[in-house]
């Protein structure tokens, strides 16, 4: 289901590219807009701005007792990295969640790539992964305490829960849908059953396979934090409703910015690595 | 690109349910709307009873069960609840939200339970790991208290939320010293007798949960707090005097009806002990329990100064609690 809506964003991304460089010639009056389109990285921040000035402005009215300014928020920030809090805590949430990657990205993959090849695996397994795919999972954590204790282990479960249906439909559907022009010269040029899937296939789905890995962080990091907040406050989950519960709340939504802020720079780490290795030509000029 | 979709729909749905709370507050203005931030449980009967005879007395109650006590403050911050349980102190001082505890429904009634096998007294927990609910919460502060006064030091504190959790841990034998409230302290008396000690706790009076109100409301509705404080005030004499009582008032107000037959049998016991143990104000709180809940929670952090320089006035409106108590007196 994901990798078509993945390829699809980077189909129209590409077709989007060139209607830009298409606009600006011709709007010579907009100087801002030749100056976003030449400089990604401006108008980025501009939107960063209003985003933040937006904040403030509403911190200000306020729009509610529990709701801080943009300052306020910046400022306990600032206080907790400098106080080690916010490393501390990072030090406890990574680790459920960097155990619970490794496993999911090793467990999915090798799942995704078995179900591709065979039926009979597929019919075994997909539907399991598509009934947690879409199964509400803040409605199933709190279950794994009855189990598993309220522990690493049941942290990394959760982690696990939410990654690995990604990380395994999106192998199996790129394994299942590698490009059939490459197979058959494979099987033209007499390629064994073997060579066919370490030199053909694989190759050809590793770059959807890596956007489901990628996928499968991003599903991780909410597992993480609803493990966090459902099961026990530890790291970040502690930081967010111990200052909740003493009304500390530029701290707590100083808490709540910083796991957004750490999720989408790893994700897009990881889009930068996937597209400079992975996928040269879908690198901008 | 899941994640901001997700965020997305829950700001749609909260922003659907405000317009459909709103909607029905402007219908119903009347209604008072009181914010519970737990479900119902044996532990609230008295407190349903009392809210059933306000409404014998013409008040018109509308109880809505939310997920935590900060859930509840916030709908009475936002005037989506008018009346809410709980102990917002913080979110009086650091917020300067415009609410006002006005009852004290509860002290704080906890026991530290320790393994009988590895300690006997407080001395014995000196550099030893003990759990408590969450950080800044009262158990914690309960344990720092206690260090303090006994010149002990924990070598670590851990968090387990849930007193039941922490009581299943007791008895599994994971945790080794921990706090419990009185129905974990009653199982652990009867699944495991003379394996546990309680550690004694004395001079430790503040408040659990207090009726807080939007200072608006209050000044309002000052007719319908009177009735529902006088209420709660004679319903807990009467349990106090008498706590099998409260038996016959869940039949009587068909009070939580599917409760299952073992917590049932629960009402009698734990209701007799907390009246033996005079848990119920009796005369509401007040400024004495505003002076008792600066000094503590002051020390769990919710509450920051001195305890002296903080003023009753800010944090309490006893103006009600002083007019029934002049009129079914003091005890």
């Not at chain 1, 933040?52 to 911190?59: N, R, T």
């Not at chain 1, 982690?159 to 990604?166: E, F, S």
């Not at chain 1, 060579?195 to 694989?202: A, D, E, F, L, V």
């Not at chain 1, 396979?209 to 990628?214: D, H, V, Y």
């Given at each position: 289901m994901?990798?078509?809506t993945q390829v699809d964003s980077q189909v129209s991304s590409q077709v989007n590219g060139p209607a830009r460089a298409v606009h600006s010639p011709a709007g010579r009056g907009?100087?801002?807009g030749r100056l976003f389109a030449r400089h990604p990285v401006v108008s980025r921040l501009v939107s960063l701005g209003l985003f933040?000035?937006?904040?403030?402005?509403?911190?200000r009215v306020p729009i509610s007792y529990a709701f801080p300014t943009f300052t306020d928020t910046l400022y306990a920030f600032v206080t907790m990295l400098a106080d080690g809090s916010l490393v501390m805590a990072y030090g406890s949430t990574l680790q459920p969640l960097i155990i619970g990657i490794a496993i999911s990205g090793v467990v999915g993959v090798v799942l995704g790539i078995v179900m591709g090849l065979s039926r009979m695996a597929e019919w075994l397994v997909a539907p399991v992964f598509v009934v947690l795919q879409s199964a509400p999972m803040a409605a199933l954590i709190p279950l794994i305490t009855f189990v598993y204790g309220i522990g690493l282990v049941a942290k990394t479960l959760a982690?696990?829960?939410?990654?690995?249906?990604?990380i395994v439909l999106n192998g199996y559907k790129a394994v299942r849908n590698a490009n059939p022009s490459l197979v058959d010269m494979c099987r033209s040029f007499q390629g064994t059953?073997?060579?066919?899937?370490?030199?053909?296939?694989?190759?050809?789905?590793s770059p959807v396979?890596?956007?489901?890995?990628?996928l499968g962080l991003a599903a991780g990091f909410i597992g993480v934090i609803l493990a966090e907040l459902l099961i026990t406050p530890t790291g970040i989950g502690d930081l967010i409703t111990y200052h909740r519960s003493v009304a500390n709340y530029a701290e707590m939504y100083a808490a709540v910015v910083s796991i957004i802020l750490v999720s989408t720079l790893t994700l897009a780490a990881l889009e930068a690595f996937e597209i400079r290795v992975l996928r040269p030509e879908k690198r901008r000029g | 690109m899941f994640k901001g979709l997700s965020g997305l729909k829950s700001g749609v749905a909260a922003l659907a349910v405000g317009v459909a709370l709103m909607a029905s507050s402007a219908a119903e203005a009347a209604k008072v709307r009181i914010a519970f931030g737990d479900i119902a449980s044996v532990e609230s009967l008295h407190l349903l009873t009392a809210f059933e005879r306000a409404k014998e007395q013409g008040v018109d109650i509308e109880v809505t069960y939310l997920k935590s006590e900060d859930i509840a403050a916030q709908a009475v911050v936002g005037g989506q609840a008018d009346i809410g349980v709980g102990g917002p102190y913080a979110l009086v001082q650091k917020v300067k939200a415009p609410i006002r505890m006005f009852l004290q429904l509860s002290t704080l009634r906890f026991y530290p339970a320790v393994n009988a096998q590895f300690y006997k007294t407080w001395k014995d927990l000196n550099g030893q790991e003990i759990a408590v609910h969450s950080r800044g919460s009262g158990t914690e502060a309960i344990m720092k208290l206690m260090e303090e006064r006994q010149g002990?030091?924990?070598?670590?504190?851990?968090?387990?939320?849930?007193?039941?959790?922490?009581?299943?841990a007791l008895l599994q034998g994971n945790v080794k010293a921990t706090i419990v409230d009185a129905a974990g302290r009653r199982l652990l008396e009867t699944q495991a007798p003379g394996k546990f000690i309680i550690l004694p706790l004395e001079g430790v009076n503040a408040t659990d949960e207090a009726l807080f109100a939007n200072t608006a409301f209050l000044e309002k509705n000052a007719a319908d707090v009177d009735k529902i404080v006088e209420a709660i005030l004679t319903t807990w004499r009467e349990v106090t005097a008498n706590p099998a009582v409260v038996t016959e008032w869940r039949a009587k107000y068909k009070l939580l009806p599917d409760l299952p037959a073992s917590q049932a049998s629960e009402i009698g016991p734990y209701f007799e002990e907390l009246a033996k143990g005079k848990a119920f104000p009796l005369n509401g709180g007040g400024a004495t329990a505003a002076k008792d809940d600066f000094a503590f929670y002051t020390l769990s952090?919710?509450?920051?100064?001195?305890?002296a320089s903080l003023k009753v006035e800010d944090f309490w409106d006893t103006r009600s609690l002083d007019r029934v108590l002049a009129k079914v007196g003091t005890k």
């Open positions: 994901i990798a078509p907009l100087g801002l933040f000035l937006a904040w403030e402005i509403a911190g982690v696990i829960m939410l990654a690995l249906p990604v059953r073997l060579q066919r899937i370490t030199k053909i296939i694989i190759p050809d789905a396979i890596f956007a489901g890995l990628r | 002990i030091k924990f070598s670590k504190i851990s968090y387990i939320p849930g007193s039941e959790v922490r009581t299943g952090g919710q509450l920051t100064g001195e305890p």
